[in-house]
C-alpha cells in the first residue's frame, strides 16, 4: 500500500461507488427509495470540494435490487435525479452515473468487478484517462474494478482486516469521503 499522499491535477477522472462511500448503506437491504437515501455526513461539502479539483467526476454502481425485483428502475432513477439535485445544490457535480442491475450470477461485463461501466464512461468522455482516474469504493470489487482499469485505488473502510487480505489491490485507504477529499493534494 502506498503511504505517500495522492497528487493529482485537473485533468484527472474520479470514479465513485454509491452505496457505502456518498450515501449510507443499509444493512442487507438496498437503498429502494429516496426516502432510504441518505449522504453520509460530510460528503456534499466533500463532493462541492471534489468538484473543483477533478475533471470528470462518474458514479459507477452495481445495483442488483433492481435485478431482484426489490425494486423498479423508475425508482432507482427517481433515487438518483434527487441526489443529484442535492449535489448540485450544495455546488458539487457528478458528470455522469452509469449502474448495473444485473444480478451477480448473471456475470454481466457491466457489473464491477468487470469493466464495462469504465468503457461506456471512456466511450462518453473519451478526455478519460485510466492511469490519471481514481476509484473511490468500500468493497474489494470496487478495488478489482480499478486495478484492471490501472486506476488508483482508494479503499473506503475502517475494517483494516480487508485491507491486509488484499493489499496489492489498495492504493490508499480512508474511513470516509470526507477524509479523503481533505486529505488530497492538487
Same mark, same amino acid.
Given at each position: #500500500?502506498?503511504?505517500?499522499?495522492?497528487?493529482?491535477?485537473?485533468?484527472?477522472?474520479?470514479? &465513485?461507488?454509491?452505496?457505502?462511500?456518498?450515501?449510507?448503506?443499509?444493512? =442487507?437491504?438496498? !437503498?429502494?427509495?429516496?426516502?432510504?437515501?441518505?449522504? *453520509? =455526513?460530510?460528503?456534499?461539502? $466533500?463532493?462541492?470540494? &471534489?468538484? $473543483?479539483?477533478?475533471?470528470?467526476?462518474?458514479?459507477?454502481?452495481?445495483?442488483?435490487?433492481?435485478?431482484?425485483?426489490?425494486?423498479?428502475?423508475? =425508482?432507482?432513477?427517481?433515487?438518483?435525479?434527487? #441526489?443529484?439535485?442535492?449535489?448540485?445544490?450544495?455546488?458539487?457535480? *457528478?458528470?455522469? *452515473?452509469?449502474?448495473?442491475?444485473? #444480478?451477480?450470477?448473471?456475470?454481466?461485463?457491466?457489473?464491477?468487478?468487470?469493466?464495462?461501466?469504465?468503457?461506456?464512461?471512456?466511450?462518453?468522455?473519451?478526455?478519460?484517462?485510466?492511469?490519471?482516474?481514481?476509484? !473511490?469504493?468500500?468493497?474489494?470489487?470496487?478495488?478489482?474494478?480499478?486495478?484492471?482499469?490501472?486506476?488508483?485505488?482508494?479503499?473506503?473502510?475502517?475494517?483494516?482486516?480487508?485491507?491486509?487480505?488484499?493489499?496489492?489491490?489498495?492504493?490508499?485507504?480512508?474511513?470516509? &469521503?470526507? $477524509?479523503?477529499?481533505?486529505?488530497?493534494?492538487?
Amino acid at each position: #500500500m502506498t503511504k505517500d499522499k495522492l497528487i493529482i491535477d485537473s485533468t484527472w477522472c474520479l470514479f &465513485l461507488d454509491r452505496d457505502g462511500v456518498i450515501n449510507k448503506k443499509l444493512n =442487507e437491504d438496498y !437503498v429502494k427509495n429516496f426516502e432510504e437515501f441518505q449522504f *453520509i =455526513e460530510g460528503n456534499l461539502e $466533500s463532493l462541492a470540494k &471534489l468538484s $473543483s479539483v477533478f475533471n470528470r467526476i462518474v458514479i459507477v454502481t452495481n445495483q442488483q435490487g433492481v435485478g431482484k425485483g426489490l425494486m423498479q428502475l423508475d =425508482e432507482l432513477l427517481d433515487i438518483h435525479n434527487k #441526489m443529484m439535485e442535492e449535489i448540485t445544490k450544495h455546488n458539487g457535480r *457528478i458528470d455522469y *452515473i452509469y449502474y448495473c442491475t444485473a #444480478m451477480r450470477e448473471e456475470e454481466s461485463f457491466f457489473r464491477k468487478p468487470n469493466v464495462g461501466m469504465a468503457l461506456r464512461a471512456k466511450k462518453d468522455f473519451p478526455d478519460i484517462n485510466f492511469k490519471k482516474s481514481v476509484i !473511490v469504493g468500500d468493497s474489494i470489487s470496487d478495488m478489482q474494478f480499478g486495478k484492471k482499469m490501472k486506476m488508483k485505488t482508494v479503499f473506503i473502510t475502517n475494517d483494516l482486516s480487508k485491507v491486509y487480505i488484499n493489499p496489492f489491490l489498495i492504493d490508499y485507504v480512508y474511513p470516509d &469521503l470526507f $477524509s479523503f477529499a481533505n486529505d488530497l493534494i492538487y
